[in-house]
């Protein structure tokens, strides 16, 4: 089945590293993504990894995938204010269109 | 600039009513999608669509109508059958769907939609 989970919340202090959990089910995903979500706002795309690396970094992003766990993580360095938002992962379901099955959001807040 | 303009921020809706939630992008995207976002949840596919004057449903399409006339625009009716519709409507595009080739999808700034 179609399931992908994400704990809901997450405080850290500025300047400290935040690590973001995410599990799915399929494992014949192509693509995992993650997205941020300001209050009142759609989403952004953050960063995305294919299904046969293990990590990919961007500036103060980090991606880590563990296939055969099916574990996803993402972990924010020197975390700032500004990064306070919920964060959604999601994998892109092998189907003939691009379907993306997403989790319910990890809220972090970041405080000074 | 390229992106994706949903139109209104804020919608109410009285009982009984039709309404339509406006969504235009200028990426010449092929592939266009309605999601719906209710508190605590992720974001679930209401309808999808490939191509111009084709869509078709998602996971919980009933209650929703939408048309593709144009490669542009995607508008989704949020018919007086959907009882619960109070939520927060997202439309996203992406390129056209190859297998395996990354094709992330871009989102619009959403609409809130509220009954009266």
């Known amino acids: 089945g179609e399931d992908v989970e994400q704990s809901l919340f997450l405080s850290v202090r500025e300047g400290d590293s935040s690590v973001i959990n995410c599990t799915y089910t399929?494992?014949?995903?192509?693509?995992l993504y993650w997205y941020k979500q300001e209050p009142g706002a759609g989403l952004q795309l953050l960063t995305y990894?294919?299904?046969?690396?293990d990590m990919k970094q961007d500036q103060r992003l980090t991606v880590l995938l563990n296939k055969k766990d099916k574990h996803l993580s993402l972990r924010i360095a020197d975390t700032q204010t500004g990064d306070s938002a919920i964060y959604f992962c999601?994998?892109?379901?092998?189907?003939?269109?691009?379907?993306?099955?997403f989790g319910t959001g990890t809220r972090l807040l970041v405080s000074p | 600039d390229g992106g994706i303009t949903q139109s209104p921020k804020y919608l109410f809706r009285k009982e009984g009513q039709n309404v339509t939630l406006s969504c235009e992008q200028n990426?010449?995207?092929?592939?266009m999608y309605w999601y719906r976002q209710d508190p605590g949840q992720g974001l679930r596919l209401i309808y999808y669509?490939?191509?111009?004057?084709?869509?078709q449903k998602g996971d919980i399409a009933e209650g929703y109508s939408v048309s593709r006339e144009k490669k542009e625009s995607f508008p989704l009716t949020v018919t007086s059958a959907q009882k619960n519709p109070t939520a927060f409507y997202l439309c996203?595009?992406?390129?056209?769907?190859?297998?395996?080739?990354?094709?992330?999808?871009?989102f619009g700034d959403g609409t809130r939609l509220s009954i009266l």
């Open positions: 996203a595009s992406s390129n056209q769907v190859l297998p395996k080739i990354n094709q992330p999808q871009h």
């Open positions: 399929d494992s014949s995903s192509t693509y």
């Open positions: 990894i294919f299904s046969n690396m």
């Open positions: 999601a994998e892109s379901m092998n189907t003939g269109f691009q379907k993306l099955v």
């Open positions: 990426l010449n995207h092929d592939a």
């Open positions: 669509s490939q191509i111009v004057n084709d869509f």
